[in-house]
Nanobody, 125 residues
Framework: QLQLVESGGGLVQPGGSLRLSCAAS????????IGWFRQAPGKEREGVSC????????DYADSVKDRFTIGRDIAKNTVYLQIDSLKPEDAAVYYC??????????????????WGQGTQVTVSS
């Protein structure tokens, strides 16, 4: 069974950090693009970062540049999202998604066909 499983969410104070993980099972992330998306209550889902697994090239939404870092561990078939300097507006359910593709990654959620179940990030003092 093909699965993406996110983990690492939680309650963090403003200014804190979190590291989210997206582990793939049942398939290898090689030759995929992987995206991280988030959705806050009452808001549309937005793409925050993505990585082209084959070469490690990345992209970020302007709102998270310099605070979010995406990375991959090929041996663990896992993609990470390091979130630093958390702000209240970062609070959301974070999802990872994957698409088998030879092209550079995209932040468009409609492009992806495999999705994880999401992990909640809460930012509060």
């Amino acid at each position: 069974q093909l699965q993406l499983v996110e983990s690492g969410g939680g309650l963090v104070q403003p200014g804190g950090s979190l590291r989210l993980s997206c582990a793939a099972s049942g398939f290898t992330l090689e030759n995929h693009m992987i995206g991280w998306f988030r959705q806050a209550p009452g808001k549309e889902r937005e793409g925050v970062s993505c990585v082209t697994y084959s070469d490690g090239s990345t992209d970020y939404a302007d709102s998270v540049k310099d605070r979010f870092t995406i990375g991959r561990d090929i041996a663990k078939n896992t993609v990470y999202l390091q979130i630093d300097s958390l702000k209240p507006e970062d609070a959301a359910v974070y999802y990872c998604a994957a698409l088998l593709s030879p092209f550079p990654c995209t932040l468009r959620d409609s492009a992806y066909n495999y999705w994880g179940q999401g992990t909640q990030v809460t930012v509060s003092s």
